[in-house]
């Protein structure tokens, strides 16, 4: 079974500051997905990582993913309040169409 | 990007009736659709997958018989929830995808917040 582990699951943050959010998944996958969630809506998508050592990057959000160790990471840089969501990394269960969600990270910037 | 739908965005159900949510692509034929629901400040739990023509197929533990899924035409399926309880009450979000050149890719719909009195 695919579990899909995210820390720290909430986060507070001051605007300006770094801060780095961790993706743990249990088995092989071939592709891995970061989502944004504000309140009451949908999912946004944000990145998807395919290959071992892919890195992404978005204004002031970089993901990262490591398949040997499956893990994947969402790097802040200098946030902003805008930046406050909830954010979910979801791993392609391996050999079909389904994604399997991690727990979720809300992120709050204060300023 | 592809486009997802889904009517209705909010609704109030008593307990013990039943309540249909639907949820169009419109911009492609989605021959599969997927059904989550998302407990407040929870992550989004896959409960099906609809297909085209034929039977849903359910995850582990999600009831057949009080979510029924119809996925009558390449850009429409429904989710009823049967004899709906407070327990029920959630936010149901629906995707469809299309296969790009690294795999299939999901686009969610705009989510239906269910609330069951």
């Known amino acids: 079974e695919l579990k899909v582990e995210q820390n720290p699951l909430f986060l507070s943050m001051q605007e300006g500051k770094n801060y780095t959010i961790y993706c743990n998944y249990s088995?092989?996958?071939?592709?891995l997905y970061w989502y944004r969630q504000d309140p009451g809506k949908s999912l946004e998508s944000l990145f998807v990582?395919?290959?071992?050592?892919a890195v992404k990057q978005e204004g002031r959000l970089m993901a990262s993913l490591d398949t040997k160790a499956r893990l994947s990471t969402l790097h802040i840089t200098a946030a902003v309040h805008d930046l406050s969501a909830t954010y979910f990394c979801?791993?392609?269960?391996?050999?079909?169409?389904?994604?399997?969600f991690g727990t979720g990270t809300r992120l709050q910037v204060f300023p | 990007g592809a486009v997802v739908s889904q009517h209705p965005s909010r609704v109030i159900c008593k307990s013990g009736t039943s309540v249909k949510i639907e949820c169009r692509s419109l911009?492609?034929?989605?021959?599969?659709m997927f059904w989550y629901r998302q407990f407040p400040k929870k992550s989004l739990m896959l409960m099906a997958t609809?297909?085209?023509?034929?039977?849903?197929?359910?995850e582990q533990g999600v009831e057949k018989d009080k979510f029924l899924i119809n996925h009558a035409s390449l850009t429409l399926s429904t989710l009823t929830v049967t004899s709906a309880h407070p327990e029920d009450s959630s936010f149901y979000i629906c995707s469809t995808g299309t296969y790009r050149d690294f795999g299939y890719e999901q686009y969610f719909g705009p989510g239906t917040r269910l609330t069951v009195t």
């Open positions: 911009d492609f034929q989605a021959t599969t």
């Open positions: 609809s297909n085209e023509g034929s039977k849903a197929t359910y």
């Open positions: 990582l395919l290959s071992n050592g």
């Open positions: 979801a791993v392609v269960l391996y050999n079909t169409d389904k994604l399997i």
């Open positions: 088995t092989t996958s071939d592709r």
